[in-house]
């Protein structure tokens, strides 16, 4: 499921433009709290990084998260426990 580069969307009001950029952060800040932010008293450690986790992160467990921090970004989701195992959420392939 991933949201297309360039497109736009409106609120429902038809005023405020929801860029890709804003659905990308904003889907961010919601699995990292879901996910319990990362270390901090019961966090669960969301994993951040550069390009993909695919072969080369290991998760420490399922439903973990990994950011892309630099560009074109994503988030996976560990669905195993070895380095195979990350399914992209949002992001450019």
Do not use: C, F
């Not at 467990?61 to 970004?73: D, E, H, R, S, W």
Request: proline share 5%; no cysteine; net charge neutral.
């Amino acid at each position: 499921m991933a949201i297309e580069a360039g497109h736009e969307e409106t609120y429902a009001s038809g005023t405020t433009p929801l860029t890709t950029d804003r659905k990308r952060k904003i889907l961010v800040k919601i699995l990292t709290a879901v996910n319990g932010g990362g270390g901090g008293g019961g966090g669960t450690g969301q994993q951040t990084g550069t390009g993909t986790p695919v072969g080369v992160k290991t998760p420490t467990y399922v439903g973990q998260l990994y950011t892309n921090q630099t560009a074109p970004y994503g988030i996976w989701i560990a669905t195993g426990l070895t380095n195979a195992d990350w399914q992209q959420l949002l992001g450019e392939p």
